[in-house]
Structure formats: structure tokens, C-alpha cells
């Protein structure tokens, strides 16, 4: 069991910065890979950025590439989300996820925990 919890959600204005972090507790062994996903009203759940389990390799959706930063503090219990340069089309309710794969994915099949999601809203 892993349990997840995300924080850094808010408000700003488009072209603003946001940092998500995420707390993960229980059996979060380095056979998890970490990831974030997020949600819009009436799309589907699309991944951002995950972190391979080890915590060296990392993948980006495009939407994310050159705009959003993931980490960790080192040993996997705190995950973050740097965001720069949003936009309204960022705005979405952002989950933080494990999975059990050992390399960096965002297939929504490899992720079986989930936290409660923080929501992020970009004005114009």
C-alpha cells in the first residue's frame, strides 16, 4: 500500500508559476515509479511527467517539455512539480500517482495508487 497526498494547488494568472508537491508514504519502495496526471472538467486523465523508480530517469508529455520540472527530495517521500509558463489550458484538477514499473511511464495502467488530486486554475 502507498499513500499519497498533494499539496500547491491554487490559483494564477497565465504565464505564472505553480509547485505541486506530493507526500508519499507505505511501501514506497524503489519498485515504484512515480508520476503526474491531470484531470480537466469533462476530458480525460492525461498524464504530465513521471520518475523512473530508481529517481534518475525522467519522461514528459510534450505539453509538459521545457515548462514543467519533476523531482524528488532524494529518497522518494516528497515528489514536486515545477510549473512555469501556464496557461489557462493547464487548469485541471492534478493527481500524483505510483505504479509499479521500474522505468519512467505515464500508461495509466501502471498506476494503481492515487492521491486526492490538488486543483491548479490559470486566468487570462
Known amino acids: 500500500q502507498v499513500q499519497l497526498v498533494e499539496s500547491g494547488g491554487g490559483s494564477v494568472q497565465t504565464g505564472g508559476s505553480l509547485k505541486l508537491s506530493c507526500s508519499v508514504s507505505?511501501?514506497?519502495?524503489?519498485?515504484?515509479?512515480l508520476g503526474w496526471f491531470r484531470q480537466a472538467p469533462g476530458r480525460e486523465r492525461e498524464g504530465v511527467a513521471s520518475l523512473s523508480s530508481g529517481g534518475g530517469d525522467t519522461y514528459y508529455r510534450n505539453l509538459a517539455k521545457g515548462r514543467f520540472t519533476i523531482s524528488h527530495d532524494g529518497a522518494k517521500r516528497m515528489l514536486f512539480l515545477q510549473m512555469n509558463g501556464l496557461t489557462p489550458e493547464d487548469t485541471a484538477l492534478y493527481y500524483c500517482?505510483?505504479?509499479?514499473?521500474?522505468?519512467?511511464?505515464?500508461?495509466?495502467?501502471?498506476?494503481?495508487?492515487w492521491g486526492q488530486g490538488t486543483q491548479v486554475t490559470v486566468s487570462s
Open positions: 500517482a505510483a505504479g509499479g514499473s521500474p522505468a519512467a511511464t505515464l500508461r495509466l495502467s501502471k498506476f494503481g495508487y
Open positions: 507505505g511501501d514506497a519502495d524503489n519498485e515504484y515509479c
